[in-house]
């Protein structure tokens, strides 16, 4: 749609590139081409999205979440580093000390997801990838050897650049590789690595607690798969997305065919040459020889003036802003310093329940997303998890002062952490980094940078409240406010989330169209879901014959 509201027009770069085979062009009444009515024509026929995704997406999923893997790993072994460091930065570190290095990385990805996207169309995807591996490997290895407070921050606040930059392209990569039906399930790959990064990370914090100089250890271990995936990423594919909007369609045809192509099953050229010349379609309604700061007003002011874009970028803000300030991440950075306070011997070891069990309902997310969809899951964990800290914030108020583990109410204490974190994972501790499909191309970037950085501007404040909060309006009051957010999220999902589960990213473009079209995304969803249970039908049935 364009910013006046009218039918999308298709403009130079696709004009020039439709060939004989294409149908017929058609013209609405102002003699422009009719983008919706063209691709509804190519689409008809074009149904490999039905298919098994090749195994080699699988495995580029995989080296993709490495991204996943640093993300989580990097913010997950500050909470075991900061009780190790001790005098070894010159000095006994404070309580400020420790604040600064904690949320540079946080500071550093908010900035660093901020021009991630504009990064990704200039560059593309790969390029800013094995960029973001540089920043991890020189952030590591200024903290690794750090001798002054103010080193190890300035490598966390590097490494920070690397690690939002990360969270933004990993997500988005995958999402323009996979076939729709599987989109939401290798997402969540990404999310389960970085569930995993945090898990192992607290693991090997607690492993060598004690050791002289193991919190170096420790953060230099993160510098192996950085340097692992740049050597792999060199020789990774763009995706045919990016590719179509550089005009490199040969290319984007090549990526299109290895994606959709089965184990023993060659995808139909003719189908192939369709399936890219929608791709051009939806994807690339801009001048190729626009300077990039031309593109970028070009989707600033689509992003903001095109309702359909706008409505994306509330929904893709809104559900970041929920997952950070319903206040998870002060557990996942505070957890120790938490159960130290309710009674328990051992404070890293129950934090390391709370990683763990994260990491378990995100396998669950893995399972569940794209069988009982996005909108679902969350309207049914977003209420849990308010329910959860309320209970949680009762059996603060009951806590004697000198607890010790054995008192009842710091058993309360960790079964609503758990119960909380459960219900967090399973859902908005996943979901929002579907952000990708909301965006059509020419926007992806620039609207998948503001969610980003809505989600790392979140972090830091969460970060850096939650201490004062605790001890300004006492545990109770801090995680009865959390509940209150919650709620509000769960009333935001309720309102503004479309479902979007097994919808091609062009779908949902027609989706937020012209409302959050509710209603009729379930049903679209619904429908595309019963088509592909008969597609796989069909395939079992052919292959028994
Ligand atoms: O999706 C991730 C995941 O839930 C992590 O556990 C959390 O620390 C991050 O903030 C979030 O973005």
Redesign the pocket.
């Given at each position: 749609m364009t910013a006046d509201g009218k039918t999308a027009s298709i403009q130079a770069p696709v004009e020039l590139t439709l060939t004989s085979q294409m149908p017929a062009e058609k013209e609405t009444d102002n003699g422009q081409y009719d983008a919706d009515a063209i691709a509804r024509e190519i689409a008809n026929g074009v149904d490999i999205e039905d298919g098994q995704p090749n195994p080699f997406v699988f495995l580029l999923t995989i080296l993709v979440s490495f991204s996943g893997f640093l993300f989580?790993y990097d913010?997950g072994y500050v909470s075991g580093a900061l009780v190790a460091i001790g005098t070894d930065l010159g000095r006994e570190i404070t309580s400020s000390d420790k604040e600064f290095i904690t949320s540079a990385t946080s500071l550093g990805a908010l900035l660093g997801g901020i021009i991630a996207g504009t990064l990704a169309d200039v560059l593309g995807r790969k390029w800013v990838t094995i960029g973001a591996n540089t920043l991890f490997v020189v952030g590591a290895a200024l903290q690794t050897g750090a001798h002054t407070v103010w080193t190890m921050i300035g490598g966390r606040f590097i490494m920070g650049w690397g690690v939002g930059i990360a969270s933004l392209i990993a997500p988005l990569y995958i999402s323009e590789m996979a076939p729709s039906r599987f989109r939401g399930r290798l997402v969540i790959l990404n999310?389960l690595a970085?569930?995993g990064g945090?898990v192992i990370a607290y693991a090997i914090g607690a492993g060598l607690e004690g050791l002289q100089n193991g919190w170096r250890l420790l953060v230099g271990l993160g510098i192996i798969p950085a340097v692992a995936q740049m050597i792999m990423f060199i020789y990774m594919p763009e995706t045919p997305r990016y590719l179509v909007r550089r005009g490199q369609i040969e290319k984007a045809r090549h990526v299109v065919r290895w994606i959709y192509s089965s184990r023993n099953v060659e995808v139909d050229e003719e189908v192939v040459v369709k399936k890219v010349k929608l791709l051009e379609i939806y994807n690339n309604d801009q001048h190729p020889e626009w300077s990039g700061y031309n593109r970028f007003k070009y989707a600033l002011k689509q992003l903001y003036f095109v309702p359909g874009h706008f409505r994306a970028l509330v929904v893709a803000c809104g559900l970041q802003g929920i997952?950070?300030l319903c206040g998870?991440?002060s557990l996942?950075y505070f957890s120790a310093t938490i159960f130290q306070v309710v009674g328990f011997n051992k404070p890293t070891a129950v934090s390391l329940i709370v990683a763990g069990t994260?990491m378990a309902f995100t396998i669950l997310a893995f399972l569940l997303i794209d069988i009982v969809g996005r909108r679902r899951i969350l309207l049914c964990t977003v209420w849990g998890m308010s329910a959860a800290l309320v209970l949680n914030a009762i059996a603060f108020h009951f806590l004697p002062p000198n607890a010790t583990q054995s008192d009842p109410w710091a058993i309360v204490i960790l079964i609503a952490m758990m119960l909380y974190v459960a219900f967090y994972?399973a859902g908005i501790?996943?979901v929002p980094?579907q952000q990708s499909e909301l965006f059509p191309m020419h926007v992806r970037g620039l609207g998948t940078s503001m969610a980003t950085a809505t989600?790392w501007g979140g972090?830091l404040i969460i970060g850096s409240t939650f201490l004062t909060m605790m001890n300004r309006i006492t545990p109770s009051g801090t995680f009865g406010f959390y509940a209150s957010l919650c709620l509000l999220g769960e009333v935001f999902v309720y309102f503004c989330y479309p479902e979007t589960s097994c919808l091609t990213l062009e779908d949902i473009q027609g989706v937020l169209k012209d409302g959050f079209n509710i209603k009729r995304s379930n049903q679209m969803s619904q429908e595309a879901k019963i088509k592909h249970r008969a597609s796989t039908r069909v395939v079992v049935s052919d292959s028994e014959v």
């Amino acid at each position: 749609m364009t910013a006046d509201g009218k039918t999308a027009s298709i403009q130079a770069p696709v004009e020039l590139t439709l060939t004989s085979q294409m149908p017929a062009e058609k013209e609405t009444d102002n003699g422009q081409y009719d983008a919706d009515a063209i691709a509804r024509e190519i689409a008809n026929g074009v149904d490999i999205e039905d298919g098994q995704p090749n195994p080699f997406v699988f495995l580029l999923t995989i080296l993709v979440s490495f991204s996943g893997f640093l993300f989580g790993y990097d913010t997950g072994y500050v909470s075991g580093a900061l009780v190790a460091i001790g005098t070894d930065l010159g000095r006994e570190i404070t309580s400020s000390d420790k604040e600064f290095i904690t949320s540079a990385t946080s500071l550093g990805a908010l900035l660093g997801g901020i021009i991630a996207g504009t990064l990704a169309d200039v560059l593309g995807r790969k390029w800013v990838t094995i960029g973001a591996n540089t920043l991890f490997v020189v952030g590591a290895a200024l903290q690794t050897g750090a001798h002054t407070v103010w080193t190890m921050i300035g490598g966390r606040f590097i490494m920070g650049w690397g690690v939002g930059i990360a969270s933004l392209i990993a997500p988005l990569y995958i999402s323009e590789m996979a076939p729709s039906r599987f989109r939401g399930r290798l997402v969540i790959l990404n999310v389960l690595a970085i569930t995993g990064g945090q898990v192992i990370a607290y693991a090997i914090g607690a492993g060598l607690e004690g050791l002289q100089n193991g919190w170096r250890l420790l953060v230099g271990l993160g510098i192996i798969p950085a340097v692992a995936q740049m050597i792999m990423f060199i020789y990774m594919p763009e995706t045919p997305r990016y590719l179509v909007r550089r005009g490199q369609i040969e290319k984007a045809r090549h990526v299109v065919r290895w994606i959709y192509s089965s184990r023993n099953v060659e995808v139909d050229e003719e189908v192939v040459v369709k399936k890219v010349k929608l791709l051009e379609i939806y994807n690339n309604d801009q001048h190729p020889e626009w300077s990039g700061y031309n593109r970028f007003k070009y989707a600033l002011k689509q992003l903001y003036f095109v309702p359909g874009h706008f409505r994306a970028l509330v929904v893709a803000c809104g559900l970041q802003g929920i997952q950070q300030l319903c206040g998870f991440n002060s557990l996942m950075y505070f957890s120790a310093t938490i159960f130290q306070v309710v009674g328990f011997n051992k404070p890293t070891a129950v934090s390391l329940i709370v990683a763990g069990t994260n990491m378990a309902f995100t396998i669950l997310a893995f399972l569940l997303i794209d069988i009982v969809g996005r909108r679902r899951i969350l309207l049914c964990t977003v209420w849990g998890m308010s329910a959860a800290l309320v209970l949680n914030a009762i059996a603060f108020h009951f806590l004697p002062p000198n607890a010790t583990q054995s008192d009842p109410w710091a058993i309360v204490i960790l079964i609503a952490m758990m119960l909380y974190v459960a219900f967090y994972a399973a859902g908005i501790g996943n979901v929002p980094w579907q952000q990708s499909e909301l965006f059509p191309m020419h926007v992806r970037g620039l609207g998948t940078s503001m969610a980003t950085a809505t989600n790392w501007g979140g972090n830091l404040i969460i970060g850096s409240t939650f201490l004062t909060m605790m001890n300004r309006i006492t545990p109770s009051g801090t995680f009865g406010f959390y509940a209150s957010l919650c709620l509000l999220g769960e009333v935001f999902v309720y309102f503004c989330y479309p479902e979007t589960s097994c919808l091609t990213l062009e779908d949902i473009q027609g989706v937020l169209k012209d409302g959050f079209n509710i209603k009729r995304s379930n049903q679209m969803s619904q429908e595309a879901k019963i088509k592909h249970r008969a597609s796989t039908r069909v395939v079992v049935s052919d292959s028994e014959v």
